[in-house]
Protein backbone atom coordinates (compact mmCIF):
# COMPACT_ATOMS: atom_id res chain seq x y z
CA UNK A 1 0.00 0.00 0.00
CA UNK A 2 1.26 3.55 -1.02
CA UNK A 3 2.06 6.67 1.15
CA UNK A 4 -1.03 8.25 -1.09
CA UNK A 5 -3.52 5.22 -0.52
CA UNK A 6 -2.68 5.75 3.39
CA UNK A 7 -3.64 9.22 3.21
CA UNK A 8 -6.86 8.71 1.27
CA UNK A 9 -7.95 6.20 4.01
CA UNK A 10 -6.83 8.64 6.85
CA UNK A 11 -8.50 11.81 4.90
CA UNK A 12 -11.98 9.72 4.13
CA UNK A 13 -14.18 10.44 7.27
CA UNK A 14 -16.85 8.01 8.67
CA UNK A 15 -20.09 10.46 7.53
CA UNK A 16 -22.08 8.62 9.92
CA UNK A 17 -19.90 9.31 12.98
CA UNK A 18 -19.31 12.81 11.72
CA UNK A 19 -23.17 13.80 11.25
CA UNK A 20 -24.36 12.41 14.31
CA UNK A 21 -21.22 14.18 16.49
CA UNK A 22 -21.54 17.57 15.48
CA UNK A 23 -25.64 17.50 15.19
CA UNK A 24 -25.45 20.05 11.77
CA UNK A 25 -27.70 19.20 9.17
CA UNK A 26 -26.38 18.15 5.30
CA UNK A 27 -27.71 21.59 4.08
CA UNK A 28 -25.78 23.69 6.93
CA UNK A 29 -22.90 21.84 6.54
CA UNK A 30 -22.67 22.47 2.53
CA UNK A 31 -23.54 26.59 3.61
CA UNK A 32 -20.54 26.46 5.90
CA UNK A 33 -18.41 25.09 3.04
CA UNK A 34 -19.71 27.77 0.66
CA UNK A 35 -18.91 30.31 3.06
CA UNK A 36 -15.83 29.37 3.67
CA UNK A 37 -14.79 29.11 -0.36
CA UNK A 38 -16.08 32.30 -0.56
CA UNK A 39 -14.69 33.95 2.21
CA UNK A 40 -11.58 32.48 1.06
CA UNK A 41 -11.59 33.89 -2.21
CA UNK A 42 -12.51 37.61 -0.85
CA UNK A 43 -9.57 37.14 1.62
CA UNK A 44 -7.33 36.00 -1.31
CA UNK A 45 -8.69 39.30 -3.74
CA UNK A 46 -8.50 41.42 -1.05
CA UNK A 47 -5.25 40.38 0.25
CA UNK A 48 -3.64 40.76 -2.84
CA UNK A 49 -5.25 44.29 -3.60
CA UNK A 50 -3.68 45.00 0.14
CA UNK A 51 -0.11 44.27 -1.01
CA UNK A 52 -0.09 47.00 -3.70
CA UNK A 53 0.90 49.90 -1.69
CA UNK A 54 3.98 50.81 0.29
CA UNK A 55 3.12 50.75 3.86
CA UNK A 56 4.41 47.65 5.60
CA UNK A 57 1.52 46.97 7.71
CA UNK A 58 -0.76 47.04 5.04
CA UNK A 59 1.20 44.36 2.95
CA UNK A 60 1.53 42.39 6.11
CA UNK A 61 -2.12 42.67 6.36
CA UNK A 62 -2.77 41.51 2.65
CA UNK A 63 0.14 38.05 2.74
CA UNK A 64 -1.74 37.15 6.19
CA UNK A 65 -5.57 37.56 4.42
CA UNK A 66 -3.71 35.32 1.88
CA UNK A 67 -2.44 32.36 3.90
CA UNK A 68 -6.23 32.73 5.51
CA UNK A 69 -7.68 32.20 2.54
CA UNK A 70 -5.33 29.31 1.71
CA UNK A 71 -6.41 27.58 4.77
CA UNK A 72 -10.07 28.09 4.20
CA UNK A 73 -9.36 26.44 0.72
CA UNK A 74 -7.68 23.69 2.50
CA UNK A 75 -9.86 23.44 5.38
CA UNK A 76 -13.07 23.79 3.37
CA UNK A 77 -12.32 22.87 -0.10
CA UNK A 78 -9.62 20.31 -0.53
CA UNK A 79 -10.60 19.59 -4.10
CA UNK A 80 -9.38 23.13 -4.51
CA UNK A 81 -5.64 22.14 -3.32
CA UNK A 82 -5.45 18.83 -4.76
CA UNK A 83 -1.90 19.17 -6.02
CA UNK A 84 -0.32 19.23 -2.60
CA UNK A 85 -0.04 15.78 -0.89
CA UNK A 86 -1.06 16.95 2.84
CA UNK A 87 -4.71 18.55 1.80
CA UNK A 88 -6.84 15.07 2.61
CA UNK A 89 -5.18 14.69 5.53
CA UNK A 90 -6.01 18.43 6.66
CA UNK A 91 -8.98 18.70 6.00
CA UNK A 92 -9.82 15.07 7.61
CA UNK A 93 -8.44 16.73 10.67
CA UNK A 94 -10.31 19.68 10.22
CA UNK A 95 -13.54 17.81 9.86
CA UNK A 96 -13.14 15.87 12.70
CA UNK A 97 -12.83 19.60 15.01
CA UNK A 98 -15.71 20.69 17.13
CA UNK A 99 -18.13 23.40 15.79
CA UNK A 100 -16.78 25.89 18.43
CA UNK A 101 -12.81 25.53 17.35
CA UNK A 102 -13.59 26.20 14.07
CA UNK A 103 -15.42 28.95 15.00
CA UNK A 104 -12.63 30.09 17.45
CA UNK A 105 -10.13 29.62 14.41
CA UNK A 106 -11.42 31.15 11.91
CA UNK A 107 -13.03 34.23 13.51
CA UNK A 108 -9.70 34.71 15.30
CA UNK A 109 -7.77 34.27 11.38
CA UNK A 110 -9.99 36.91 10.24
CA UNK A 111 -9.34 39.22 13.17
CA UNK A 112 -5.86 39.83 12.95
CA UNK A 113 -4.80 41.11 9.23
CA UNK A 114 -8.16 43.92 10.81
CA UNK A 115 -6.03 44.43 13.94
CA UNK A 116 -2.53 45.17 11.46
CA UNK A 117 -4.45 46.97 9.49
CA UNK A 118 -7.61 48.81 9.64
CA UNK A 119 -8.62 49.44 6.15
CA UNK A 120 -11.83 49.06 4.15
CA UNK A 121 -9.83 46.31 2.21
CA UNK A 122 -9.34 44.76 5.22
CA UNK A 123 -12.44 44.91 6.50
CA UNK A 124 -14.78 43.57 3.63
CA UNK A 125 -12.20 40.88 2.75
CA UNK A 126 -12.32 39.50 6.04
CA UNK A 127 -16.24 39.81 6.60
CA UNK A 128 -17.09 36.39 4.81
CA UNK A 129 -14.29 34.74 6.22
CA UNK A 130 -15.57 36.14 9.63
CA UNK A 131 -19.28 35.22 9.02
CA UNK A 132 -17.94 31.45 8.33
CA UNK A 133 -16.74 31.37 12.20
CA UNK A 134 -20.15 32.87 13.14
CA UNK A 135 -21.92 30.27 11.31
CA UNK A 136 -19.70 27.48 12.77
CA UNK A 137 -20.06 29.59 16.21
CA UNK A 138 -24.18 28.88 15.68
CA UNK A 139 -24.06 25.38 14.79
CA UNK A 140 -22.14 25.01 18.23
CA UNK A 141 -25.15 26.95 19.89
CA UNK A 142 -27.45 23.34 18.94
CA UNK A 143 -30.81 23.36 18.14
CA UNK A 144 -33.35 25.41 18.88
CA UNK A 145 -36.21 24.10 20.96
CA UNK A 146 -39.85 23.65 20.06
CA UNK A 147 -43.06 25.56 20.92
CA UNK A 148 -44.31 22.90 23.05
CA UNK A 149 -41.87 21.94 25.45
CA UNK A 150 -41.23 25.60 25.61
CA UNK A 151 -44.72 25.64 26.24
CA UNK A 152 -45.46 22.86 28.68
CA UNK A 153 -42.19 24.40 30.93
CA UNK A 154 -43.31 27.80 30.92
CA UNK A 155 -46.84 26.74 32.20
CA UNK A 156 -45.52 24.49 34.81
CA UNK A 157 -42.80 27.97 35.88
CA UNK A 158 -46.18 29.82 35.95
CA UNK A 159 -47.67 27.18 38.37
CA UNK A 160 -44.94 27.42 40.75
CA UNK A 161 -45.72 31.06 40.53
CA UNK A 162 -48.88 31.15 41.60
CA UNK A 163 -48.59 28.55 44.47
CA UNK A 164 -45.75 30.39 45.75
CA UNK A 165 -48.05 33.41 45.55
CA UNK A 166 -50.73 31.71 46.95
CA UNK A 167 -48.50 29.98 49.81
CA UNK A 168 -47.56 33.46 50.77
CA UNK A 169 -50.82 35.09 50.94
CA UNK A 170 -51.96 32.16 53.48
CA UNK A 171 -49.21 32.68 55.85
CA UNK A 172 -49.83 36.49 56.29
CA UNK A 173 -53.55 35.76 56.57
Known amino acids: MSSQDEQFQAAAPDPAASSADDGMTWWYRWLCRIAGVIGGMSCAFAGLWNC???????????VWMMLNA???????????????????AISARADKLRPWQKA???????????MLSLTLTTL???AIAFAT??????????KKGDAISYARIHQQQKQMDEEKLTGALEGQA
Open 104 to 114: AFYCGMAVFPV
Open 52 to 62: VTINPLNIAAG
Open 70 to 88: FVLFLCEAPFCCQFIEFAN
Open 133 to 142: GVLYGLSALG
Open 124 to 126: FGN
